[in-house]
Structure formats: structure tokens, C-alpha cells
């Protein structure tokens, strides 16, 4: 099971966990003892070294408690692969998980690092020769600019919820609904919470001058809209691929799933879409378990 693709884990781990198999923690043990301390020494000395400084506890010699997270995204900007520049919005350039389609269903493990050194040198190269001998633009929409400061400077001064109350609340509302293992009903949910979420106001203090409150209130307009593309994506998406798993729908559909899901804002309403998958080398084969 340990050297499963990760999706496969999480869910297996998850899946202690609900059944009330976990630990009292909310997580599971996981035992590498039997490997010797030489060979756990070589391979993961840094996760070692982290679980004596932080858990007090020698890994080596005995079981650690893990559960899951999340910690990677792996949707984004759509870009051109070759310049990370967004194939909607010329002069915008995306790499790292600001960027969709590198990763597919589901990143193997050490390619987060490989992308940001590919696409961070593609996307700063192809920025900087797209930015010589530019001036900044001077036929900005005035309204538009006027309305969206209106917009960001709204909370200053108002009675409402901290913002990073809320984010912590829209946390919690994607994991409990968009988490490891989804299925219709979760996501509905997720939409309405989140459709109040968005509504609730926000209080900011102070000015506009180095303030993080502000920062967490901007930040949270993102998220949420960030959040409802994922939540739409993930109800539109009935099948499971990758570290997409519906209980609804458990299997893989490659009839109707093998197409990338994209998300545009059109006067404030979000419309979903798809472009098929391109497949360029071999076609796709079901690994084991799915």
C-alpha cells in the first residue's frame, strides 16, 4: 500500500480514519521500523530530522502519525506550455501551481520542484522579451478601474467578519466538501456554503498603508472565486481520475472524462467549459486499483 500512487493512499488512509480506525488524533500510525535505521538514514534523513525536532520522536525506532492534507494544486491559468504566457490574457504569464495542465489528474511525487525550474525559467525569459521596448498602456478602461478599487476598498471601515476568520472557515468548507473523497451531495453543499460565505461582509481596520487585514481581504475574493471553480469543476467532473475521487461515480469514464475543464468570468457569472485532452505519445492505460 506504501507504494501506492498517492491518491490511492490518501483515500486508504482517509477510509481508516472515517471507519473509526484512526488514531485519537484524527490520523493513522505508519510503521517503517522493519527497513533499519541505516536504510531510513539514507533515504529520508530530512523527515528524520523533522519528526525529532517537531514530534519528538525517532522515526527509526518507532511508528509516526500521519494523515492527509492538502498541500499541491493542480489547476490554474490556462498557458501556452512554451511561454507560460495565459492563452485569454496577453502579457499574463503563470508557472508553479498558478498554472493548470502540467500535472494532469494527479503530480507525481518530486515533479513540483522539476516545474517550477522548467516553467519558472520558460515564463520569466518569455515575460521579460514580451515586456522590452513596451510602455505601459494608457487606454485602460477608467470605469473599470474605478469600479474595481470601489470594490477592494469597500470592507475599510465597515462592521463585519475578519477576513481571515473566513479564510479559515473556507478552509474548512473545501476539505469537509471538495476534500479527499466527494461525491454530489458534498459539492451542492459546498456551493451553498460557499454562496454565503461569499456574501458575508467583512470588517477592515485602518487604511490601505500596510495592512494585512486588507491583504486577507483580497486574498479571500480570490479564494472564494478560486473555490467555486473547483467546486463546479468537480460536480461537472462524474467520473474519478487521479486525485479527482467521486464515491458517486468511483470509476474512470475515458468515453467522457478525458477532456481539461475550464472556468470563465463573464460579467460576474462563472461558465464552464471543456477542451479535450490532447494525447501526444501513448495512450491511456488504468493502473492498478482504479
Not at 19 to 45: C, F, Q, S
Not at 234 to 241: D, G, H, I, P
Request: aromatic content about 6%; some cysteine; glycine content about 10%.
Amino acid at each position: 500500500m506504501e507504494l501506492s500512487p498517492r491518491d490511492q493512499t490518501a483515500r486508504a488512509i482517509y477510509t481508516e480514519i472515517q471507519e473509526g480506525r484512526g488514531t485519537p488524533r484524527g490520523g493513522v500510525h505508519l510503521d517503517i521500523t522493519h527497513k533499519g535505521r541505516d536504510l531510513i538514514m539514507a533515504r529520508i534523513p530530512r523527515m528524520v530530522k523533522q519528526f525529532e525536532k517537531f514530534a519528538n520522536i525517532d522515526i527509526t525506532t518507532f511508528p509516526m502519525e500521519v494523515a492527509p492534507t492538502a498541500h499541491h494544486f493542480m489547476g490554474g491559468v490556462r498557458v501556452v506550455p512554451e511561454t507560460c504566457e495565459s492563452t485569454d490574457l496577453p502579457g499574463l504569464f503563470a508557472c508553479g501551481e498558478a498554472a493548470g495542465g502540467t500535472h494532469g489528474a494527479n503530480r507525481l511525487g518530486g515533479n513540483a520542484l522539476a516545474e517550477t525550474q522548467v516553467f519558472g525559467k520558460r515564463a520569466g525569459e518569455a515575460a521579460a522579451d514580451y515586456a522590452v521596448g513596451r510602455s505601459p498602456p494608457v487606454d485602460h478602461d477608467a470605469v473599470f478601474v474605478q469600479r474595481e478599487i470601489e470594490r477592494l476598498e469597500q470592507p475599510l471601515g465597515a462592521e463585519g467578519a475578519a477576513p481571515h476568520a473566513l479564510k479559515e472557515e473556507l478552509g474548512r468548507l473545501m476539505w469537509e466538501n471538495a476534500g479527499i473523497v466527494r461525491n454530489e451531495k458534498l459539492l451542492v453543499e459546498g456551493l451553498r456554503r460557499l454562496r454565503h460565505l461569499g456574501r458575508t461582509q467583512c470588517a477592515v481596520k485602518g487604511s490601505r498603508r500596510y495592512n494585512p487585514d486588507w491583504v486577507d481581504y483580497i486574498e479571500l475574493q480570490n479564494m472564494v472565486l478560486v473555490s467555486e471553480c473547483v467546486l463546479t469543476c468537480a460536480l461537472s467532473r462524474k467520473e474519478s481520475r487521479g486525485a479527482h475521487y467521486r464515491s458517486d461515480h468511483p470509476k474512470r469514464d475515458d468515453s467522457s472524462g478525458l477532456v481539461h475543464y475550464t472556468c470563465t468570468l463573464q460579467d460576474e457569472v462563472l461558465h464552464i467549459g471543456s477542451v479535450p485532452v490532447e494525447i501526444t505519445r501513448a495512450d491511456p492505460t488504468m493502473r492498478k486499483g482504479d
